[in-house]
């Protein structure tokens, strides 16, 4: 009889090991927090962010509605938030064109001297002092900009004329721009000697600096989106790649995956995605919400971090 009931124990603790208690499917993605993605679309209020690299400043780029109340078109562009001392400044307001585009792909020098972006369908570079605003790009449609990390060069990616469309690299300056490879939104690895991209069929790839030595390092058809795998940055480390993703009938979400392309997972639901200065935390925009949020880089503590117009009157996140 004591037999039976302790075969009778050890059956039912298997039982509820093996569902897990009622059923409950194991974490996927252990030591990550991830979660559902989004289908209810909201105003996007904030487009793009940037943190220097000395992690005092958050650069964020308003796009509100430039007709409604608040703010007026007068407000739209790049603004500076001020973490010690919680407070925010106009850097470069009022860059609105008719039928836009808005200021996107903002990117601080390694040295946190400058500040490189497009505007207008050109790249643009101007000191954090808001002195020297400079065009670097004359001709075309030139968009997402990156310093290299040695400060020399600047990436980008041209749309228009279509036979001259790809990732270039020019120097700081704007002088020597050279077209390097066929792709989408390039960032550089921290030697310098390396670019990740979106490459023609949406998958991620990495090459060097002159376009030779290409290799797939994630398959767009392996996580099930579509488009292109969008805005890709190395952390700060270099062990990791950030990118954004959509699945059919999902919102963009928010990924991160190893330098290799192994191991991705979706953390948020985001359009728009940064690195802290040290890689411990990600900045994202959430669609819904129209604010900046920032996480931990495994994806926990999702936590509000910009929005409401709060700036605009001066207060904190």
Same mark, same amino acid.
């Given at each position: 009889? &004591? $037999?039976? @009931?302790?075969?009778? /124990? ?11 208690? =009622? ?39 308003? !796009? ?19 973490? &010690?001392?919680?407070?925010? #400044?106009?850097?470069?307001?009022? *860059? ?9 792909? *903002? ?6 001297? @400058?500040?490189?972006?497009?505007? +207008? %369908? ?5 000191? /954090? ?9 004359? !001709? ?5 900009? #990156?310093?290299?990390?040695?400060? &020399?060069?600047? !990436?980008?990616? %041209? ?7 790809? $990732? @270039? ?10 077209? /390097?490879? &066929? ?11 390396? =670019? ?15 376009? +030779?030595?290409?290799?797939? $390092? =994630? ?10 795998? !969008? ?10 790649? =950030?990118? /954004? ?36 935390? $990600?900045?994202?925009? #959430? ?5 900046? @949020?920032?996480?931990?880089?495994? +994806? ?18």
């Amino acid at each position: 009889m &004591r $037999i039976l @009931w302790v075969a009778l /124990v050890l059956g039912l603790l298997t039982f509820s090991c093996k569902t897990g208690g =009622l059923d409950k499917p194991p974490n996927p993605y252990p030591g990550y927090c991830t979660e559902e993605p989004g289908h209810v679309w909201g105003q996007v209020h904030y487009s793009d962010v940037a943190v220097s690299p000395d992690g005092e400043t958050t650069a964020f780029v308003y !796009s509100g509605n430039p007709y409604g109340n608040p703010p007026g078109k007068d407000t739209i562009g790049i603004f500076f938030y001020f973490e &010690r001392g919680d407070s925010f #400044r106009a850097f470069l307001t009022g *860059l609105i064109f008719t039928g836009f585009p808005l200021p996107s792909g *903002l990117d601080f020098s390694p040295d946190g001297d @400058w500040i490189v972006f497009s505007w +207008g %369908k050109q790249i643009w570079k101007i000191k /954090v002092n808001g002195d020297s605003l400079t065009q670097l790009t004359f !001709s075309g449609e030139n968009f997402y900009p #990156r310093w290299s990390p040695d400060g &020399r060069k600047i !990436s980008f990616h %041209k749309i228009i004329p279509v036979d001259s469309s790809g $990732i @270039w690299i020019m120097n700081a300056d704007g002088s020597e721009k050279t077209k /390097v490879i &066929r792709g989408y939104e390039a960032d550089w690895s921290l030697d310098g000697k390396y =670019l990740i991209f979106s490459g023609l069929g949406g998958s991620l790839y990495r090459a060097n600096t002159s376009g +030779g030595n290409i290799e797939k $390092i =994630l398959d767009i058809g392996h996580i099930g989106a579509i488009d292109h795998l !969008s805005t890709p940055s190395y952390s700060p480390d270099g062990t990791k790649i =950030l990118f /954004v993703a959509q699945r059919p009938g999902e919102g963009p979400m928010v990924w991160v995956m190893d330098a290799d392309g192994s191991n991705p997972v979706p953390l948020a639901w985001g359009k728009y995605a940064n690195w802290s200065n040290e890689g411990e935390k $990600i900045l994202y925009t #959430r669609p819904e919400e129209g604010d900046i @949020w920032v996480m931990d880089s495994n +994806g926990c503590n999702k936590t509000p971090f910009i929005g409401d117009f709060n700036f605009l009157e001066g207060g904190g996140g």
